[in-house]
């Protein structure tokens, strides 16, 4: 069944209509008629299963057959991702939100290759990654992307996680697996990802002394895509068995 957003403002009881893209979406593109089925969500974890009642040029009427509401995680997940370069953002934006992360901070580090003159737009473009990431892969709450900001100015205003970990090539790091055998994962969890390059060493001490532990991926050096991944993956791994 075809997956459609629409916020929570726009709701209605026993209607829905969808304008604007996706509308268009759904009429020019699905090509969808009078009486197909359609699932509707709102981004905050409410979601409807709906007889599509009539098609126009810029509006979809659906009727609600059914309505549910997936609770929020207990365990929240904010991805803090220095920026790497290329596309590789929108990869790792993408499959954040199949790994059912909550919140994504795009980060400016020393090292980051990206201007930041051009975050702006590519910021509404991961916005709409986000948003067809969740359509495909039945997510019902869609992830808060935040404004990219400079590292040193973010960790210094950051609210402390109760879970703060950092992917971090420090001789003095635990490997991931050793960490959650010691301290398994509780409350809101920041996983913070570092550039190409890595983090220099005084970015990491502002890190350490934020609160953020650091942690290893084993011996192998990932790419910054590849560590993202990773690390949400066990994450999610460790949250589905909490």
Request: negative net charge.
């Amino acid at each position: 069944m075809n997956r459609y957003y629409l916020p929570s403002d726009q709701w209605e009881a026993g209607v829905l209509r969808l304008t604007g893209d996706e509308a268009k979406h759904c009429a020019r593109v699905m090509r969808a008629r009078e009486g197909d089925g359609a699932e509707i969500f709102d981004g905050a974890g409410r979601s409807a299963v709906c007889e599509i009642e009539a098609v126009s040029r810029d509006q979809v009427t659906c009727r609600i057959l059914e309505e549910s509401n997936s609770p929020a995680p207990a365990m929240p997940v904010t991805l803090c991702q220095s920026i790497p370069k290329g596309g590789n953002m929108e990869l790792i934006i993408q499959k954040g939100v199949e790994l059912g992360v909550n919140a994504i901070q795009p980060l400016i580090t020393a090292r980051t290759v990206a201007r930041p003159e051009s975050l702006g737009k590519k910021r509404d473009k991961w916005q709409r990654i986000a948003l067809e990431a969740c359509k495909q892969c039945g997510q019902n709450h869609l992830p808060e992307l935040a404004e990219p900001r400079p590292f040193s100015s973010w960790i210094n205003d950051l609210e402390p996680f109760e879970t703060a970990l950092i992917a971090a090539l420090d001789p003095a790091s635990l490997h991931f697996k050793e960490y959650l055998n010691r301290q398994p994962l509780s409350g809101s969890i920041g996983l913070l990802i570092g550039p190409e390059g890595d983090f220099t060493p005084e970015e990491y001490q502002q890190a350490y002394r934020s609160g953020f532990q650091p942690i290893s991926f084993g011996s192998i050096v990932m790419r910054v895509e590849t560590a993202s991944i990773y690390g949400l993956s066990v994450i999610q791994h460790e949250r589905s068995f909490t």
